[in-house]
């Protein structure tokens, strides 16, 4: 399914139900409420590949997807909390009376002599926009100190950090430089990234979802363990024969350790920033093309050449250094980029 085709289903009913029989304010309300959530659930499906009747786990919580990347997320925008973020804009004119025509007409009918927009109360027979932009006060008190502003250090009003404090305290994600690196392939990126939030659906984990696994021992090798994130991305032998040729390769040992292991090893090495993203990439290509390979063993019976991988997981960066070899940051890293393109 393109976006073309996710826009529209979400539109069509928009279309085809509501669209003759109601008032602007009628529609609006319908916009806010159910089709906001309604776009929110369509992404969320659409992430995790789920249409129609086939529904899919969702490996991450949607929250948690709507991180900046910096604390752990993709950055996605949900919905409707990005609708209070921009709705928010129009309390702030308001709180901080600015000189703007609407302002002033809704000090003349309605604020009138009161000074405090956060104390008022809107009256019953006010617009139905006056009413519900009054409702949404109580999620945005907090970003106030008086009628100040406080989230920006001039005062001015930013939609994004509007979004972000509602999102709450967020952890830091350190690695995300590394993990969406422009050097590294994007579906590579996200398969990295969900290795390192643990939430790649190992047979561990699907046990641990109460989900029923026939066999649980890895399919990679010989070795007749669970197959776990750290046995199949440190520990297998499968990956292992393959991390060798490409850390003899890179000219540097990659660190035969867990997903977040590694990628801290790399972030804590006096490199520099492309060098740690050229070493993630690789490694982060390795990662993929392990997965994929346990992918195909289980669910298509194939077995996958070791060989052939390592060939292509340095045809591909060599691509991707290619295609990056004019930039600056590029330039300092000349050795290594000879080193691996010859
Ligand atoms: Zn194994």
């Known amino acids: 399914m393109d976006c073309q085709q996710l826009v529209n289903k979400i539109t069509s009913r928009i279309h085809d139900v509501y669209a003759k029989h109601l008032s602007y304010a009628g529609r609006l309300q319908i916009i806010m409420a159910s089709v906001l959530k309604e776009i929110d659930k369509k992404c969320r499906e659409f992430l995790w590949g789920a249409f129609e009747e086939k ?10 997807i709507c991180m900046p990347k ?59 926009y006056w009413k519900k932009l009054n409702s949404l006060k109580t999620q945005m008190v907090d970003w106030y100190q008086g009628d100040r502003y406080k989230l920006t250090p001039t005062g001015a009003y930013s939609v994004s950090r509007s979004y972000e404090t509602m999102l709450g305290t967020m952890p830091r994600f350190g690695e995300a430089d590394l993990v ?26 699907l046990t641990r979802l109460n989900i029923q ?5 890895c399919c990679l090798c010989d070795a007749a363990v669970i197959e776990t994130q750290s046995h199949l991305f440190a ?34 090495r006096r490199w520099k920033q492309f060098q740690k993203e050229i070493v993630t990439t690789i ?30 997981i340095q045809k591909e960066v060599r691509e991707r250094l290619g295609m990056l070899n004019c930039s600056k940051r590029a330039r300092r890293c000349q050795v290594l980029i000879q080193r691996l393109c010859n």
Not at 213 to 217: A, F, G, L, S
Request: glycine share 6%.
């Open 283 to 312: 490694w982060g290509a390795l990662i993929y093309y392990t997965w994929q390979a346990r992918n195909w063993k289980i669910f298509k019976e194939e077995n996958v050449n070791k060989e052939f991988v390592t060939v292509q």
């Open 70 to 128: 910096k604390n752990g997320g993709i950055n996605i925008k949900g919905c409707s909390k990005w609708n209070i973020a921009s709705v928010g804009k129009l309390l702030w004119q308001v709180a901080s009376k600015k000189d703007i025509l609407w302002v002033k007409w809704v000090n003349g009918i309605y604020l009138k002599s009161e000074e405090n927009i956060w104390e008022h109360i809107p009256p019953g027979d006010c617009s139905w």
């Open 55 to 64: 529904r899919k786990i969702a490996l991450v919580a949607w929250d948690k």
């Open 213 to 217: 696994v026939d066999d649980q021992t």
């Open 180 to 205: 969406w690196s422009k050097i590294m392939i994007p579906r590579q990126r996200m398969i990295v990234w969900l290795a390192c939030q643990n939430r790649l659906l190992t047979k561990e984990r």
């Open 235 to 268: 520990d297998c032998q499968w990956i292992s024969g393959i991390r060798n040729t490409l850390s003899t390769w890179l000219g540097i040992p990659i660190l035969c350790q867990g997903v977040h292991d590694t990628i801290r090893w790399i972030k804590r």
